[in-house]
């Protein structure tokens, strides 16, 4: 699974979004099929901006088809049938260091 760290640096939303947008694109046309990003939590542990701009980026993502499904953090668990049912297609990511981390610094996306 590749790996995209938008917190690295610590950019803007307006920054970081399209940046996101196109090294998504990216990896889907070279035939990646599962991504990590990596956008942090927040510094105030309600949820800081650059997570749920990417939440929000991916929903538009899903309904336009770039992105088949994602998972957040706190749900990337082998208890959440959804999650299963995803990680079932890449079995390697069983392996996963997140894997039932509860980490709301990340979101894992599927193509």
Same mark, same amino acid.
């Given at each position: ?22 090294? @998504?694109?990216? *990896? $889907?046309? %070279? /035939? ?5 990003? !990596?956008?942090?939590?927040? +510094? ?13 980026? @991916?929903?538009? *993502? $899903?309904? %336009? /088809? ?5 998972? !957040?953090?706190?749900?990337? +668990? ?27 610094? !990340? ?5």
């Amino acid at each position: 699974m590749e790996e995209i760290d938008i917190e690295f640096g610590r950019p803007t939303v307006d920054v970081a979004m399209p940046l996101l947008t196109e090294r @998504l694109r990216s *990896l $889907k046309k %070279s /035939g990646v099929k599962a991504v990590k990003i !990596i956008h942090g939590y927040g +510094s105030t542990g309600k949820g800081g901006r650059l997570r749920k701009a990417t939440l929000t980026l @991916l929903d538009e *993502l $899903k309904a %336009s /088809g770039l992105v088949k499904e994602f998972v !957040i953090g706190e749900q990337w +668990s082998k208890c959440e049938l959804r999650t299963l049912t995803l990680i079932d297609r890449m079995p390697q990511l069983y392996n996963d260091q997140d894997l039932e981390r509860s980490n709301r610094g !990340i979101t894992v996306v599927f193509f």
